[in-house]
């Protein structure tokens, strides 16, 4: 069933209102976008309260894991897992925006089980754009990772999200499926979705690219700046470092005589 040739259901899902409750006219014109080459699928947006009431209502027993989570952007995570399952569709964050109509490329990998990507910065699986057909088992073991790391914590929000329900636990669920792990999960190449590295200016896309990147990041505190930056400059953080380590071996070894 998960990796028959039948098509992926023509849903968009999106996630807002977990942390703000007026959507801005930018990203509300995103969404738009969506919508404006993707006329015959159904746009769905999750917010905080239909989120909630979601797992209530068809999970409940993942509630408690749920209403736990110190951060709203775990919930906004975690949510993205449950209705990929029930209903199946394409998940995309909201600082995606269509460039064209993503339906060639779902058709042409339409019997894989669900089509994933690798983040360009990390080479980590990302949950910023899903595709998925409905019951997939392989979002079972993502929600059996949901449940190991939820008492993971970090005095950094940024790991702490990372592991619990954001990429490091995606990764993290599709290399511990062993068992027919190729038959429910594609990794399709990033040039079809995001190219564009942290280091990028944004807006960025690519020629072969089915969207267009915004910065994000809303949901990011001052660790997750300290991350980036480092990720941006390590190559001339590097060559700092090591010109103070010669200077200070230098004047020591000059001292010493």
């Known amino acids: ?32 976008t969506w919508k404006k080459f993707h006329p015959d699928y159904e746009h769905k947006l999750w917010d905080k309260k239909t989120s909630r009431n979601f797992i209530k209502e068809h999970y409940a027993w993942f509630l408690p894991v749920y209403d736990s989570y110190w951060y709203a952007i775990q919930r906004a995570d975690a949510i993205r897992y449950f209705f990929l399952y029930h209903y199946g569709g394409l998940y995309s964050d909201i600082d995606l925006e269509p460039l064209k109509c993503i339906t060639p490329l779902l058709e042409k990998h339409k019997n894989k089980g669900c089509i994933l990507y690798r983040s360009p910065n990390s080479e980590l ?15 079972k073991k993502v929600w059996y990772e949901l449940l190991v790391n939820n008492n993971f914590k970090s005095v950094s929000k940024h790991l702490t999200v990372m592991h619990t329900t954001g990429p490091l636990l995606l990764d993290s669920a599709f290399e511990n499926m062993i ?3 190729k038959k429910y999960v594609y990794v399709i190449h990033a040039k079809y979705i995001n190219s564009c590295d942290i280091a990028a200016k944004k807006p960025c896309w690519n020629k072969e690219a089915y969207l267009k990147r915004y910065d994000g990041n809303s949901w990011h505190g001052a660790d997750s700046t300290i991350l980036n930056f480092f990720y941006k400059h390590y190559i001339t953080i590097i060559v700092v470092v090591v010109l103070i380590c010669v200077i200070i071996g230098l004047l020591v070894d000059r001292s010493s005589k």
């Open 1 to 32: 069933m998960n990796s028959s040739p039948e098509n992926f259901p023509k849903i968009i899902h999106q996630v807002y209102g977990f942390w703000d409750s007026k959507i801005p006219r930018k990203i509300q014109s995103r969404m738009d």
């Open 179 to 181: 068992y027919r792990r």
């Open 125 to 139: 699986l990302t949950n910023d754009f899903m595709v998925s057909k409905a019951r997939n088992p392989f979002w």
